[in-house]
């Protein structure tokens, strides 16, 4: 069965500062990778997904995650930190393809200190 | 373009009362899927439909609980008797058919059961 671990619930970063959350998966086929960010009373919005396609993948507002199967890692990183980024990142995996359900990490909250 | 329409926002009723979720998928998205919210337990699969037909409702919790998809555009979840147990963010969300399509959510509803 697929399962995602999010290392830290709680990250704090300076503004301007490298944003690094971590996650790993655990899944016995190829995985559908997915990180959606969560602001306060919203639902989630997709900020990435990995297709295989490239093992850097580029989603939106600067953020990327790089898929390493070696150590079944998908790790999301942003350059320099803006205020605005702050909100609860969660990384999932689906069963088969994206159209089957996600399991959740337990999710990462950022904070962006001025 | 409209996204995953949920309603109500908020929900406040006492326990043994019956509650209803709604939720509108995108046009031309063929999955719908419900998920809950809490603290404790995250984000987690309650059931999900493809073309309108429930695929897997393991995640439902007891009897209490029932969803129902009449028609490409609508779904809904009811709670019957509620519970305290039962406050959680319910979040809606569809994806169209193909590999790797990502999940829509809508805003979600807040349910409190006092």
């Known amino acids: 069965a697929q399962s995602v671990t999010q290392l830290g619930s709680h990250v704090s970063v300076s503004e301007g500062a490298l944003v690094l959350l971590r996650c790993n998966y655990s899944?016995?086929?190829?995985?559908?990778l997915f990180w959606y960010v969560q602001y306060p009373n919203q639902g989630l919005q997709l900020l990435l997904k990995?297709?295989?396609?490239?093992?850097l993948v580029k989603g939106i507002n600067g953020f990327e995650a790089e898929f390493k199967k070696s150590e079944t890692s998908f790790h999301l990183t942003k350059p320099s930190a803006h205020m605005s980024d702050a909100a609860e990142y969660f990384c999932a995996v689906s069963r088969i393809s994206g159209n089957t359900p996600l399991v959740f990490g337990k999710g990462t909250r950022l904070s962006v200190i001025a | 373009d409209a996204g995953v329409i949920q309603s109500p926002r908020h929900e406040v009723t006492e326990m043994g009362q019956e509650v209803t979720l709604r939720c509108k998928p995108i046009s031309g998205h063929d999955y719908l899927f419900w998920y809950r919210q809490t603290m404790m337990r995250g984000l987690e699969l309650l059931i999900y439909f493809n073309n309108n037909v429930p695929i897997d409702d393991s995640g439902m919790p007891e009897d209490r609980f029932s969803a129902k998809m009449p028609n490409a555009s609508f779904s809904t979840l009811k709670i019957q008797p509620s519970e305290p147990r039962d406050s959680a963010v319910y979040f809606c969300a569809s994806s169209p058919t193909g590999s790797n399509q990502p999940q829509h959510f809508g805003d979600g509803t807040r349910l409190s059961i006092l």
């Open positions: 990995y297709t295989s396609a490239a093992t």
């Open positions: 899944s016995s086929v190829p995985p559908y």
